[in-house]
């Protein structure tokens, strides 16, 4: 193998941020539209002093978390070590003989998971447009549909006790109401062996994404909506880490 490696691709490089572009692209399109319609408002209207400062810092800000989200995307999804996956098989006592994947339409581990456990995998599509209502996931679907069978998340189709391990990438938040959150990790905790881990990969609503992503945080739940799901479905929470000051892992057991 050569010492000096080849660069990637642009469009590799940037994957990440690339995806996060495509999939909020109207409120990145309003959003600049914005700052350039408020520029010309205050090069053009007299305004007076004190509201032209506040215009003009409320401009910055729009700018700044516009720039900022995708910079702080490119580093969560292209630089850091999320997207290898390899830190995965530490969250497990042992690698599982029977696991799944669930997601909701946009398959975030497409491929490394089988890599990292060969034998006994399943990956479902978890889409429901009547719980998950979010434009961005609509769109994300449109651009790249996973071709993984779909499943009911109140009802998985897996026997109880059948899996070692659960994964779920960036994909349960979509579950907008606690109690369809409540349901789902009461499924986990069913078909879950005694020992068996959930892995639940999600940002947090917390002043880390609020200052990447500013409003746009509002989509992602707090800590305690997952304790909440955890504890309510009777996992019980045996880690919790972060990949970057923005993404938050929690692993949770069914107890033996």
């Known amino acids: 193998m050569s010492a000096v490696a080849t660069a990637a ?3 590799e490089r940037f994957r990440g941020a690339l995806q996060i572009l495509r999939y909020n692209l109207p409120m990145y ?3 600049g539209g914005a700052v350039l319609a408020g520029i010309l408002c205050l090069a053009l209207l007299p305004l007076p002093h004190p509201v032209a400062l506040l ?3 409320g401009l910055a800000a729009t700018a700044l978390w516009s720039a900022g989200s995708l910079l702080a995307s490119h580093w969560i999804y292209d630089r850091s070590p999320l997207s290898r996956w390899t830190w995965l098989a530490e969250l497990l006592p042992a690698p599982p003989r029977r696991w799944a994947s669930l997601h909701a339409g946009l398959d975030e581990t497409a491929g490394a998971l089988d890599r990292l456990f060969p034998a006994g995998g399943t990956t479902l599509d978890l889409f429901d447009p009547e719980e998950m209502t979010e434009p961005s996931i609509f769109r994300a679907r449109r651009l790249h549909r996973s071709p993984a069978p779909a499943a009911d998340f109140r009802a998985l189709p897996f026997p109880g ?3 070692d391990a659960v994964f779920l990438v960036f ?3 979509e579950l907008r109401r606690p109690e369809a959150r409540l349901a789902l990790f009461r499924e986990l905790a ?3 062996a005694p020992g068996g881990r959930a892995v639940l ?3 947090l609503r917390d002043l880390p994404n609020f200052l990447a992503f500013g409003p746009g945080f509002r989509h992602f739940l707090p800590r305690s909506a997952w304790l909440a799901a955890a504890a309510g479905s009777g996992l019980r929470l045996v880690e919790e880490r972060r990949i970057t000051p923005f993404v938050a892992i929690f692993v949770c057991e069914r107890g033996r």
Do not use: D, K
């Open 55 to 57: 215009a003009a810092a």
């Open 9 to 11: 691709p642009a469009g």
């Open 190 to 192: 069913r078909v879950l």
């Open 201 to 203: 990969v999600e940002h």
């Open 29 to 31: 399109l309003a959003a």
């Open 171 to 173: 994909a349960a938040h």
């Open 161 to 163: 006790g059948g899996l």
